[in-house]
């Protein structure tokens, strides 16, 4: 199995964010990255179920492009939900402030679903990190949605930027709020042969 990862394009991550290849790169696990092209609708109506549907999606949009055939493939999809809703990308910085006042004292939940396709197929899970929030005064909100950082990210705000001045706690795996459960990524990885962090 060392034989098939000896390589960096024989690891694929299907993501175009500059966080989740950060955190990878961060693993010492050599590969490439390739943006998916899904429409991220999913049938499924729980939030964790979604995430990992999304995911599986992610890998198999990857799977289907030319020359991928032989690879291992990471994908990861992540959500937040407030109540069971399903909070996703601000449009504009009017629904990031929405947003806000939503999640404004409030405990949420991030969830993430990573998936890979490995030796023994495709293999997935999910991780779940509850994330609450400071009661944020309305100036708060206008400040943080006009700064623009919210707009490309789940729930519209991001917790490794001025994003986590809105957080009063973390209950959970921090690197799942960024978008990447470093701890379900190992797993899989070296589930699939993939050593990991000095692992021989």
């Known amino acids: ?10 690891l694929i991550l299907a993501s175009g964010s500059p966080r989740r290849r950060e955190l990878l790169t961060g693993l010492g696990v050599p590969f490439r990255a390739l943006s998916p092209d899904i429409d991220e609708v999913s049938a499924h109506i729980h939030p964790a179920d979604i ?19 032989q690879a291992l493939i990471l994908a990861s999809d992540t959500l937040v939900a ?15 402030a929405e947003y806000m006042r939503r999640l404004s004292g409030r405990t949420h939940t991030v969830y993430s679903g990573v998936a890979l396709f490995g030796p023994q197929g495709l293999t997935s899970a999910v991780e779940a990190t509850a994330v609450t929030f400071r009661t944020l005064t309305e100036s708060e909100v206008q ?40 701890g379900v990524v190992i797993r ?11 692992q021989a």
């Open 1 to 10: 199995m060392g034989e098939l990862v000896s390589q960096p394009s024989d």
């Open 51 to 69: 995430a990992r549907d999304l995911a599986e999606q992610k890998a198999w949009a990857v799977r289907a492009m030319p020359g991928t055939a």
């Open 82 to 96: 407030l109540d069971g809703l399903v909070l996703g990308k601000p449009t504009d910085a009017a629904q990031n």
């Open 143 to 182: 400040h943080y949605a006009s700064a623009g950082e919210g707009l490309d990210k789940a729930g519209g705000y991001g917790i490794q930027g001025l994003g986590m001045a809105l957080v009063a706690r973390i209950d959970g795996d921090y690197s799942n709020v960024v978008g990447f459960p470093l």
């Open 188 to 198: 899989l990885l070296r589930g699939a042969g993939v050593p990991v962090w000095g």
